[in-house]
């Protein structure tokens, strides 16, 4: 059969199979980049190699290989067990939710963002550190479990209350949920990368990790240089003014059906049309 019999045979629902066998693989590729995972498969793939290699001519080489991979494909679920739930979290998330819409009151939510504007902003020029974590798709009620239950409207005084450095919760975490002050002295996963700026201390770690895991922004007030700090998807931008941050919190928290049927655009609902044509 030459090329041209190929394509007779070749469908749509042939092109639709390589299409998302290629979305989940690029989707596997740059979840597991920038983590120990990669390291572990390199080591895997030389394994591989030199099995490959001695198969011929060193059989106790060959024997020793094949014995290590038999073993490893039963301990490579524990070995890689922090990152095959970081990737199981990631495809459970927000990419398999069609259409989904925030109902909070635009007003409501501008006037939260400005008295954290407010809070940050003050905290910022007296160096004083914090950590607040905004609810957005997923839920952090499992986060907010871990610090002390609040649930007080949000205001700048209350915030600069929680985080002034004698405060018994001013370590912790403060969850924002439904435009309410949820938690606060609440504990945050830390991030899994490994090329993190050696500058970077641990809120600025937790706010990485917490937005790896969960759908959900981070707001970082730096303890040392008072610099604002924002985390969403895994990536910090650093050193933001007051305004660029209000206007990064008003981006996420609030949307028009329009922008989220775009953002949500995903391969199942690609793959349905297609099925439709």
């Not at 190929?6 to 690029?26: E, Q």
């Not at 914090?130 to 915030?159: M, Q, R």
């Not at 899994?192 to 895991?213: P, V």
Request: with cysteine.
């Amino acid at each position: 059969m030459n090329f041209l019999d190929y394509i007779s045979f070749f469908t749509i629902y042939d092109f639709l199979d390589i299409v998302i066998v290629s979305v989940l693989l690029y989707k596997l590729i740059t979840l597991m980049r920038n983590t120990t995972a990669v390291r572990l498969l390199k080591g895997i793939f030389f394994i591989i190699l030199i099995m490959w290699i001695s198969a011929e001519r060193f059989k106790v080489v060959h024997f020793i290989m094949s014995s290590i991979m038999q073993i490893g494909s039963f301990a490579i679920v524990v070995v890689f067990q922090p990152e095959l739930r970081r990737i199981l979290e990631q495809f459970g998330k927000a990419t398999f939710n069609i259409f989904k819409s925030k109902n909070a009151d635009e007003e409501s939510t501008k006037l939260m963002v400005m008295q954290i504007v407010e809070a940050v902003s003050a905290m910022a020029w007296t160096k004083t550190g914090a950590l607040i974590v905004f609810e957005t798709e997923d839920s952090l009620d499992h986060i907010s479990a871990t610090g002390t239950t609040i649930n007080a409207d949000v205001t700048a005084e209350l915030v600069k209350n929680v985080f002034y450095p004698k405060a018994p919760l001013h370590d912790g975490a403060v969850v924002v949920k439904n435009l309410r002050l949820n938690a606060a002295g609440c504990i945050l996963p830390l991030s899994a990368k490994f090329d993190i700026s050696k500058d970077l201390g641990t809120r600025h770690r937790a706010a990485l990790g917490m937005s790896e895991s969960c759908d959900c922004c981070v707001v970082v007030v730096s303890e040392e240089t008072g610099a604002i700090s924002f985390a969403k998807g895994g990536m910090l931008k650093r050193h933001l003014a007051p305004e660029t941050l209000e206007r990064l919190l008003l981006q996420e928290l609030l949307s028009t059906p329009d922008e989220e049927k775009k953002e949500n655009k995903n391969i199942i609902s690609w793959v349905r049309e297609a099925f439709k044509k």
